[in-house]
């Protein structure tokens, strides 16, 4: 006889010969058992796909008609990497790769953005001749399959010259081994932090406060979220720090957060949004030497003319 399943569930096929029937009781002598075959295991086991975070970005170039784009500060590098089948494969090594350098050339515009996600960090000073991956939390081996992805951060930081890199990922998967080249094609650049101690003025996106301005709570949003972004902070590295290394504590919601940053919602307490800024300044300053902080009265005149009071 033959078990019947429906084909989308069909994972084995048992059969039996020369079968006897004695009440509730199956008597056979010939049982086989066929295991349906496994799928096949491509030749690359891996989908890597990959998108910068929070960073700041900045067109270079000695002609301002044709500018290139680089990553600025310590820009953080996100990448999902997923198994094509069933089969596990074993992520060895994550490795960068240095492609060139040059001396950095003038800064003609910038653009400051922020993005916020938990995923496993790591970090690469790019400044050594062999540039090493360094892991902030749980390192190399990881598993991937088909229903079990890994997601990575890679803030990477460069303080003499420009760089051209990428990422090679080393795999094993069902006896082979491989890597995959992040990305596929081209490179990543970025741009050193030390040489944006140029005047900065220009590429400044935040704003002076104005009494009345109708579009105060905007602009306090932008100037916080080019604070974050300057600070290399995810939210919930926000939330730790308050927590575990301001004291007293400072607990700061994560949606309320988002919601500041978003210009949902303005800071109704004074206190804690001014141990915010001190807290995100602090860490920008540690971050990029150049970074000269709005001090702790500017923060709060912007936010009393967002809630619409007045300024001191």
Known sequence: MEDKHPEDAAVTRNEASDVEVHGMLIQARDVRIRLAEPDPVPDIPVIVTWRWLTHDSVGVGDDEDEQESLMSGAPALEILVEGRSAQAAVLKELRPVVLSRRPPRQIRSAIVNAGILEVRPFEVDLDPEVPELRSLGADFPFKVSRDDPEEFRVTCTSSRDEVRWRLELRWVCAGRSGSVQIPEEGSFGVYP?????????EFDLSVDP???????????????MGLVSASGCS??????????????????????????????????DADLFQR?????????????????????????????????????
């Open 276 to 312: 915010l800024v001190c807290l995100l300044e602090a860490a920008a300053s540690r971050r990029d030497p150049c970074y000269r902080g709005r001090g702790a009265g500017w923060w709060e005149d912007m936010r009393r003319v967002a809630e619409g009071g007045d300024r001191h």
């Open 235 to 268: 939210v919930a590295e926000i939330i730790d720090l308050g927590r575990h290394h301001l004291r007293p504590p400072a607990v700061f919601a994560g949606q309320a957060l988002l919601d500041w940053l978003e210009g949902r919602s303005v800071p109704s």
């Open 210 to 224: 104005v009494p009345g301005d109708p579009m105060a709570d905007r602009s306090l949003a932008e100037a916080l």
């Open 193 to 201: 932090s030390l040489h944006r101690c140029q005047p900065r003025a």
